[in-house]
């Protein structure tokens, strides 16, 4: 079985400046890593996801995480967030035998201010 | 905008009602997820379907079932509705099995239960 743990519930953040969004897992076996965003009455947009290779992965809208083994992390980071930023964003973990079966954290919303 | 399409949109029942929710999954895929998200919180997995069986189980009493139809599309029942059932019901639609595509969300279905 997986979790997730976002460290944060909320972040405020201004116009241009940078954003981290933190994450940390637990698993017995390895794992996928996600990040996704939502706006508003909506569902779920995929920002970007690490399946293997290169522990930096990039995103739309300009994200990117860096996938850490030994600190069973995955944070997200903007180095520039805009107005358009703002909405509640969700890492999640799916072991490499569940392809499918998300497990999500609590979220963390993203409020940004000019 | 994705092709998973989630109906209705909103609707209220009482408790110790009965509801169905609809899922059509995007075009291609063999796999829907439906994952419960309360006010507040992360999505929650509820099941998974993949061509017409269930395939994994979230932690989720027995008056949650589903269904998949032999298009792929799945429907989502809850029976004795209860208040803690409101909630955001999401579903996803993917490629399993060995696949590692994306897994796409629809927009949701709004259940408030009064």
């Known amino acids: 079985a997986q979790s997730v743990t976002q460290l944060d519930s909320q972040v405020p953040v201004f116009e241009e400046a940078p954003v981290e969004l933190r994450c940390n897992y637990s698993?017995?076996?390895?794992?996928?890593l996600f990040w996704y965003v939502q706006y508003p009455n909506q569902g779920l947009q995929l920002l970007l996801k690490?399946?293997?290779?290169?522990?930096l992965v990039k995103g739309i809208n300009g994200f990117e995480a860096e996938f850490n083994k030994s600190q069973t992390s995955f944070h997200l980071r903007k180095p520039s967030v805009h107005i358009s930023d703002t909405a509640e964003y969700f890492c999640?973990?799916?072991?490499?035998?569940?392809?499918?079966?998300?497990?999500f954290g609590a979220g963390t919303q993203v409020v940004v201010t000019p | 905008e994705t092709g998973v399409t989630q109906s209705p949109t909103h609707l209220i029942k009482t408790r110790g009602q009965q509801v169905t929710l609809r899922c059509s999954s995007q075009?291609?895929?063999?796999?829907v997820s439906w994952y419960q998200q309360a006010l507040g919180q992360g999505p929650q997995f509820i099941f998974q379907?993949?061509?017409?069986?269930?395939?994994g189980r979230g932690n989720f009493p027995p008056r949650f079932s589903g269904l998949q139809f032999p298009n792929y599309s799945s429907e989502l029942n809850v029976n004795a509705l209860e208040l803690d059932d409101s909630a955001l019901y999401l579903c996803?639609?993917?490629?399993?099995?060995?696949?590692?595509?994306?897994?796409?969300f629809g927009q949701g279905t709004r259940l408030t239960v009064v």
């Open positions: 996803a639609s993917s490629l399993g099995q060995g696949s590692t595509t994306e897994a796409f």
């Open positions: 379907y993949y061509r017409e069986e269930e395939n």
């Open positions: 075009s291609g895929h063999n796999t």
């Open positions: 999640a973990v799916t072991g490499t035998d569940s392809w499918g079966k998300l497990q």
């Open positions: 690490y399946l293997s290779g290169s522990t």
């Open positions: 698993s017995s076996v390895s794992v996928y």
